[in-house]
């Protein structure tokens, strides 16, 4: 049974800085593409990064240079290292993991960026 735990999220300052975790268990993990996914209240989810298989690396336009996707596949973690957070970055945070073109979401875990 395919598995995906996150963990790391919180409450911060703009500016601040937060590492999100993603534990995934029931698949192979270093083998399949990785996604971090955000959802905003009240707007539309929005991929946020993605790490593939070979180890390339996507980031959407507006976290470019602030947030870096990483995985450990000793540990089966997936990593979203977020820097100089702003208010608009207050989501839920997804991990979503593409095993074999099926698709499986992570219950969340919520970031708010205020002063």
């Known amino acids: 049974e395919v598995q995906l735990v996150e963990s790391g999220g919180g409450m911060v300052q703009p500016g601040g800085s937060l590492r999100l975790s993603c534990v995934a268990s029931?698949?192979?993990?270093?083998?399949?593409?990785m996604l971090w996914v955000r959802q905003a209240p009240g707007k539309e989810p929005e991929w946020v990064s993605r790490?593939?298989?070979?180890?390339?690396?996507l980031y959407r336009d507006s976290v470019k240079g602030r947030f870096t996707v990483s995985r450990d596949t000793v540990k089966n973690v997936l990593y979203l290292q977020m820097n100089s957070l702003k208010v608009e970055d207050t989501a839920m945070y997804y991990c979503?993991?593409?095993?074999?073109?099926?698709?499986?979401w992570g219950k969340g875990t919520l970031v708010t960026v205020s002063s």
């Open positions: 979503y993991a593409d095993v074999r073109r099926a698709g499986y």
């Open positions: 029931g698949f192979r993990f270093s083998n399949s593409p």
């Open positions: 790490i593939n298989n070979g180890g390339s690396k």
